[in-house]
């Protein structure tokens, strides 16, 4: 019996530290090109600085955009991506964390399909993106794996 309470206390310890809190009044501001903060009421919640030669960028429905949850944000990071040059590609930010993960790592990071088209937000369906073909995908909350930190080249 005493084995079955440790298992559901760790469960619970678990579910705790896996679960994000996030007030409802997340605002996003725009710092410069390349820094948005979140914040809420007067306190920052986080915020993501991209390297050097990348900026926040606008594909499409690309503006910087939080998921109907207030757990994410999807925007456009502008650019020198290799291989192919690829000028802008999506990327994920954690609300809580400011933690950016970009398109090509989205299966690895995040669990959706990575895609250059431009994605959306599924309207009230909490962190789910709707891809170009109309197929949605939920975003893994949390992400199977943390998301790299921010490797700038030197």
Same mark, same amino acid.
């Given at each position: 019996?005493r084995l ?8 619970? #310890?678990? =579910?705790a530290?896996?679960? /994000? !809190? ?9 710092? @410069? +090109?390349?820094?948005i903060?979140v ?7 986080s915020? #993501?600085? =991209?390297?050097p030669d990348? /900026? !926040? ?9 939080? @998921? +109907? ?7 456009d990071v ?9 000028p802008?590609t ?11 993960v970009?398109?090509?790592d ?6 959706v ?18 891809y ?7 975003v ?15």
């Amino acid at each position: 019996m005493r084995l079955r309470h440790r298992r559901l206390a760790a469960l619970l #310890v678990w =579910l705790a530290c896996s679960a /994000q !809190f996030v007030p409802s009044d997340v605002r996003l501001s725009i710092d @410069s +090109p390349r820094r948005i903060t979140v914040a809420t009421a007067g306190s920052v919640i986080s915020s #993501v600085t =991209l390297c050097p030669d990348y /900026q !926040f960028a606008t594909l499409g429905a690309g503006e910087p955009t939080l @998921s +109907p949850d207030l757990h994410w944000i999807l925007v456009d990071v502008k650019g020198p991506y290799e291989p192919a040059s690829v000028p802008v590609t999506h990327a994920l930010i954690q609300v809580t964390t400011g933690a950016i993960v970009t398109s090509p790592d989205f299966p690895a990071y995040a669990g959706v399909p990575s895609t250059l088209d431009p994605i959306t937000w599924a309207s009230g369906l909490r962190s789910t993106l709707r891809y170009k073909n109309e197929t949605l995908a939920a975003v893994k909350d949390p992400p199977p794996r943390h998301f790299p930190p921010l490797a700038c080249a030197r």
